[in-house]
């Protein structure tokens, strides 16, 4: 039933299981007993038929919208409710990660046109994927059972019944090959035709080691040059050429950053040069009208 929902269509869903079981022999002939299920599911949906679904022309069941998910999401839905596989049996069937799988089912989900979960169209969805798998016809059954007989003994599968035409692959055109052939024929001459003497291996052929040097033609004027205002514009440090201030006080910027030391007090005044120390030690200058002064008198008692 999983591979019928999956496909669309119960006799693709057949043959594809069919395959599946003929494929699952040498597997399980070598793959521990623990690991059949996920291997078998995993098998199932890789098989070609169940790759794309026949869509139904009117929905009438819930099953019948499975054809409006995507095959993963899709058959993440089905591992659970046909294959009534856990989320880490169905992760392992899909070769993903449980919150991948998990991310997949959530997708799968009946919901309602506003987004939120339907817990209605989920359990309406899971009666009639049981009520199918209850009620198969039993010709169908024992047609599933010759063929799983049939993987067993390492034998063809039963036909399809009656009323089903077998594809039948359709035969090659006549025409075909010698068309193919032709063209090999072609592009073989055409690669031999390289190295005729036209052509570089000819001229190596030939003896000729010479390389060959073409002069390039002369450098062409620019078609436009930048304005100077779109030059500046363009200039690296337009943002200090467009403020001359800044510029003038960033080329003072070792003498600003003296003041600003010596009023934080980070900075002690310079000591006083010679000059000015011997200048304060001499004495000071004679008033006015003293020059006549006898220097001697000034010992007298």
Same mark, same amino acid.
């Given at each position: 039933?999983?591979?019928?929902?999956?496909?669309?269509? %119960?006799?693709?869903?057949?043959?594809?299981?069919?395959?599946?079981?003929?494929?699952?022999? !040498?597997?399980?002939?070598?793959?521990?007993?623990?690991?059949?299920?996920?291997?078998?599911?995993?098998?199932?949906?890789?098989?070609?038929?169940?790759?794309?679904?026949?869509?139904?022309?009117?929905?009438?069941?819930?099953?019948?919208?499975?054809? *409006?998910?995507?095959?993963?999401?899709?058959?993440?839905?089905?591992?659970?409710?046909?294959?009534?596989?856990?989320?880490?049996?169905?992760?392992?069937?899909?070769?993903?990660? #449980?919150?991948?799988?998990?991310?997949?089912?959530?997708?799968?989900?009946?919901?309602?046109?506003?987004?939120?979960?339907?817990?209605? %169209?989920?359990? /309406?969805?899971? *009666?009639?994927?049981?009520?199918?798998?209850?009620?198969?016809?039993?010709?169908?059954?024992?047609?599933?059972?010759?063929?799983?007989?049939?993987?067993?003994?390492?034998? !063809?599968?039963?036909?399809?019944?009656?009323?089903? #035409?077998?594809?039948?692959?359709?035969?090659?055109?006549?025409?075909?090959?010698?068309?193919?052939?032709?063209?090999?024929?072609?592009?073989?001459?055409?690669?031999?035709?390289?190295?005729?003497?036209?052509?570089? #291996?000819?001229?190596?052929?030939?003896?000729?080691?010479?390389?060959?040097?073409?002069?390039?033609?002369?450098?062409? #004027?620019?078609?436009?040059?930048? /304005?100077? *205002?779109?030059?500046?514009?363009?200039?690296?440090?337009?943002?200090?050429?467009?403020?001359?201030?800044?510029?003038? %006080?960033?080329?003072?910027?070792?003498?600003?950053?003296?003041?600003?030391?010596?009023?934080?007090?980070?900075?002690?005044?310079?000591?006083?040069?010679?000059?000015?120390?011997?200048?304060?030690?001499?004495?000071?200058?004679?008033?006015?009208?003293?020059?006549? /002064?006898?220097?001697?008198?000034?010992? %007298? !008692?």
């Amino acid at each position: 039933m999983l591979a019928e929902l999956q496909a669309g269509d %119960a006799a693709a869903g057949d043959a594809a299981l069919a395959a599946a079981m003929a494929q699952f022999r !040498p597997i399980a002939a070598q793959a521990p007993l623990g690991e059949w299920p996920s291997r078998f599911w995993s098998l199932l949906l890789t098989q070609p038929r169940l790759r794309h679904r026949t869509p139904v022309a009117i929905a009438v069941e819930a099953t019948d919208r499975l054809a *409006e998910l995507g095959s993963g999401p899709r058959a993440a839905l089905l591992l659970r409710l046909a294959a009534g596989l856990d989320e880490n049996e169905a992760a392992a069937a899909l070769g993903v990660a #449980a919150p991948s799988y998990r991310l997949a089912l959530q997708r799968a989900l009946p919901r309602h046109p506003d987004g939120r979960a339907d817990p209605l %169209a989920w359990q /309406q969805l899971r *009666e009639q994927v049981h009520r199918r798998i209850k009620t198969l016809p039993a010709e169908r059954l024992q047609r599933l059972g010759q063929a799983r007989e049939a993987a067993l003994n390492d034998a !063809p599968a039963p036909s399809a019944p009656a009323g089903r #035409a077998a594809v039948v692959p359709r035969p090659r055109p006549r025409w075909l090959m010698p068309l193919l052939w032709s063209g090999l024929a072609l592009c073989a001459l055409a690669f031999a035709a390289t190295f005729w003497s036209d052509g570089p #291996a000819g001229r190596w052929l030939g003896g000729s080691d010479r390389i060959e040097v073409e002069p390039l033609p002369p450098a062409a #004027a620019p078609a436009k040059r930048y /304005q100077r *205002e779109s030059g500046l514009i363009a200039h690296r440090d337009f943002d200090l050429l467009a403020d001359p201030a800044g510029e003038a %006080a960033a080329a003072e910027l070792a003498f600003h950053s003296w003041l600003a030391a010596m009023d934080a007090g980070r900075i002690a005044p310079a000591e006083p040069t010679a000059v000015a120390a011997a200048d304060r030690a001499l004495p000071a200058a004679p008033a006015a009208g003293g020059e006549t /002064q006898d220097l001697e008198s000034t010992d %007298a !008692p």
